[in-house]
């Protein structure tokens, strides 16, 4: 008898504002390629788990924003719209408040626009094995680590790694280590889960799932979209 798969929960968070793009519009509303960041982002999601609930966070003045993302699918989508809070932190205790405790949750960017629908699938697997699936990618620069009167020291990249998104949980894992006290060091949900005391569990993620913070990266997504459609 197979057991029954555990229903999928894709907590998509967009809070910025755009202000290192330079530009009035929050960034995961600008153009794309024809649609919104945010509308790529949703649609590599409905693309790789069609049956995945999917929990928009975005800041309370925001959501009317939503509206027009959501009028450019051509078919209804299974989502809800939450509104965020001051911090990354807070936001996703936001979008997870109603999500069951058998559930798997992916915590996604907004803008991270190119994930593809083998890693979106990849994180699912993963921690249906192992509880959590947190994808990196390694680095491939040099890397110094800055000290005191402008001194500088060599950083063996060997043991670096980026980190990325969508951080994907066994509710049962994500949602207890949620409910701590917020300390600054919670940069993601892995370093939450892991001051919470569970162990993460890491996979390969890709180079062209890049997060959109300036004009350049905004420009190189378009690129590989291009690049992509020909």
């Given at each position: 008898m197979e057991l029954a798969q555990p229903p999928i929960f894709a907590v998509i968070v967009a809070g910025g504002q755009g202000t290192r793009m330079g530009t009035?519009?929050?960034?995961?509303?600008?153009?794309?390629?024809?649609?919104?960041?945010?509308?790529?982002?949703?649609?590599?999601?409905?693309?790789?788990?069609?049956?995945?609930?999917?929990?928009?966070?975005?800041?309370?003045?925001?959501?009317?924003?939503?509206?027009i993302v959501l009028q450019s699918f051509p078919n209804r989508i299974d989502l809800t719209l939450v509104s965020g809070g001051e911090t990354r932190f807070q936001s996703v205790c936001n979008g997870i408040r109603d999500i069951p405790d058998h559930a798997?949750?992916?915590?996604?960017?907004?803008?991270?626009?190119?994930?593809?629908?083998?890693?979106?699938?990849?994180?699912?697997?993963?921690?249906?094995?192992?509880?959590?699936?947190?994808?990196?990618?390694?680095?491939?620069?040099?890397?110094?680590?800055?000290g005191e009167n402008n001194t500088s020291f060599p950083v063996n990249r060997e043991k670096l790694r980026i980190v990325q998104t969508p951080q994907t949980f066994r509710a049962s894992i994500l949602i207890p280590s949620m409910q701590q006290a917020y300390q600054e060091s919670f940069t993601d949900e892995a370093t939450v889960v892991e001051a919470w005391g569970e162990k993460i569990h890491l996979v390969e993620g890709e180079r062209n799932n890049i997060k959109i913070t300036t004009p350049d990266d905004l420009r190189f997504a378009q690129a590989l979209l291009n690049e992509k459609e020909t």
């Open positions: 009035a519009i929050p960034k995961q509303f600008l153009d794309l390629n024809g649609h919104s960041v945010l509308y790529h982002t949703i649609y590599a999601f409905v693309e790789a788990i069609p049956d995945a609930h999917i929990v928009l966070v975005l800041p309370a003045h925001q959501l009317s924003y939503a509206q798997i949750i992916l915590v996604h960017d907004g803008v991270r626009p190119l994930i593809s629908k083998k890693l979106i699938q990849r994180c699912l697997l993963e921690a249906l094995i192992h509880g959590s699936a947190i994808p990196v990618i390694s680095v491939v620069d040099s890397m110094r680590e800055l």
